[in-house]
């Protein structure tokens, strides 16, 4: 057991033989435990495969680590825990070798497998798999992406329907592959912080900040107070500008575009605000391991919250707006709906997890930084529809104004960084990071040297993508853009 | 009904003049086209090679100087930090598109930049441009800074430039993402899709030559390994004025 953000030689994981693995895992999710990660942590060269259970146990804080050797066959986890499913198909696409009794086991990334050395499958061509089908009078299928209608990323989807009806939607990602995590072996580097600024562009903060809690854990520090406050700031405004932007989204989806226009602009306001403590909407170039890259002065401040204020108002105008209008709640209620049950089974987090009324949020959960001495209310909601994640984001977007507001008027003195001690060599370290969408986990993992042997991101949306199949069942196909929006999830975070 | 007017007029007309009036204003902190003063440079140290993610720095022919590819550069500002000469820096100017992959190269004692033309691009769409975005393994930075265009403060469609659903309804591709391995073929396939005579505007570093990602195997490092582009933006991801004034300058409104 250790906490968040916190090392572990790679030799003091307890090692126990598959089956038990298998067992404690399953035990440890059925006990309330999340998955939040398994990673394979190859040897020098490729040849024996271990792999790595990343628990997180709300309850007390901690996370739970455990190994063990994975063969070219194993039985699977995911028939007796549901959580499992993405990650072993992940697994069995990555390193070539197969889970026995795997209900659907196919690829999710199309990306070559990692020379794993007895005779790994060809990779086969992205969106080439055996999709699901269904048989019967007035059944068809829809075919959608990879190329959308709109300005958004890549994906394809295959809805079968029975007339309007959804029965169910098959999500096949992987275009946005770009080999992040290969090139982190052997790093950090001068590219790699960048490769985590943009693995998912709209969470910018979110992974650059996992990153570098990883990264000063490893090398046993800790960022001065000037830093860990400028951080939460940007985190939050990250949270606000994503879920004021996903508010529109979901406005303009049921075609109210009052408050779709005035949410698309505010969102961009918040964006500015990044801007102005860093020079980029997104916060590039403002989070770096060991600190902070820029300062905040009393005229900075002074315009930040002023344009707080500002936003504040018009936020609240555009949105209760919209949730006054009944005839854009009636569309919003009851559609997409993912049952308390199912979320917790399939390991749904983020703000998707805590509209059906789980109250997972890593922030409050396993704090980090600031959060731990400045707490955020864990905003829950209990009908898992629409409304439920538009509810959610709405109160997390009033809760992260009122932090902003407190967090500009108490910034403390000090430095804006450290310098950074050389890494542990054959370590570990686990930074869990309550990114807007959810939960994002990054498990680094050095070599002897001190440098990467491996590097596992989990964004959010790697969780989340099976609940958005799921929302679909039963719902009428022309209900799949507002559900799509209402979960908003990454695919580039997905592809890596 | 009242209610929404009154939010209407609660929330104002927010768009922009610009290019008519002044540009919006951008945040000082903001890393513009750099410029760099080829004077002094000791070609031995190479501190800016060194700390650049990207390799987009380049000694210059006569060893004097060195030349920075905005093209492949993420604006990270690390070699403005490592010079010990002082000699790059980044300004606000926003102006950073070129017709050309080599106008995105500053320095080296030529200035390559060319204004943004391109005479089919000013004859036939000057008045109606309709891209078809296709993005291409990008991070979703540079996607969402071009949605951002369509919003009522930017309203790109005062230009009649607007981005639409089918390539068929297009006179051109708006790219992002260095073009993965994966979407090589749907984005062969969308521009093969859109009618001549047809345009390509490659947006971001990722598209321009593969940014973060160039060289990795699992992408073709940018647009132009499958698409031939007319207008390159640089930046990690180009501001949203960025983005508009390259297509206004291809297009000779401004
Ligand atoms: S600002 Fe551009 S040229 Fe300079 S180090 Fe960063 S990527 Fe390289
Ligand atoms: S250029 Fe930068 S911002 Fe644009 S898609 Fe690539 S990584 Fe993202």
Redesign the interface.
Known sequence: MIGNNETISLEAIPAVPFERFRQAVIAAVAYGARLSAMPVRPSADNGELTIIAVLSFPENSEIGLLTGALFDRWPSLTPDCAAAHWFEREIAEQWGITPEGHPWLKPIR??PPRGHAAGCPETA??GVTDFFSMEGEESHEVAVG??H??????GHFRFLCHGETVYHLEISL???????E??MIGGPG??TV??M??????T?IGHVMAYSHAVEALAGIQVPPRAEVIRVIAAELERMANHIGDLGAMAGDVGFL?TM??C??IR?DVL?MT????????G??LIRPAGVE?DLDSELIDDLSARLEAVQK?VI??VT?ML?TPSVMARFESTGVVSVDTARRIGLVGVAARACGLARDVRFEFPYGLYRLAHLPVNTWHSGDCFGRAQVRWLEVQASIDFIRQRLQELPKGPLSRDLPALKSDALAVSLVEGWRGEICHVAGTDKEGRFAFYKVVDPSFHNWFGLALALRRQQISDFPLCNKSFNL???GHDL | ML??LK??F??KY?TMTYPGGPAPEL?????GRPVLRDDACNADCGACM?????NAIALARERSSVTLDTGRC?????CEKACPQGLIRFTRDYSSASPTREGLVIGGGVDHTIQARNEPAAKFFVRSLKL?????????????????L????WDMGRFGIQ?V???RHADGLLIT??V????R??LEK?YAAVPDPKIVIAVGACAVSG???IG????HNGAVSVVPVDLFIPG??P?PLSILDGILKLLERI
């Open positions: 199309f990306e061509p992205v990879p190329v209608a709109g300005v958004i990323e890549p992987g275009y946005q592959h770009r080999g992040i290969r090139a001068p590219r960048h490769y600024e943009t693995l998912a562009g709209d910018t009052p226009n005035y698309g602009r961009g500015n801007a102005a403590l860093c020079g980029n909407r997104f590039r170039g820029w018009d105008a555009a707006l006054d990454s695919y580039c | 209610r929404t939010t209407r609660q929330q927010r945040p000082a902190r903001f890393a060194t700390v650049c993610p990207t993420l604006f990270c500002r690390a078809r975005q296709v993005s291409a393994g990008g991070c979703n930075a540079c996607e969402a800074d071009c949605n951002v369509g919003t009522p403060a981005f659903a089918s390539p993402g260095p993965t391995v994966n979407m073929l749907a969308t940014g973060p990602f990795h195997a699992e992408q990690c991801p501001h």
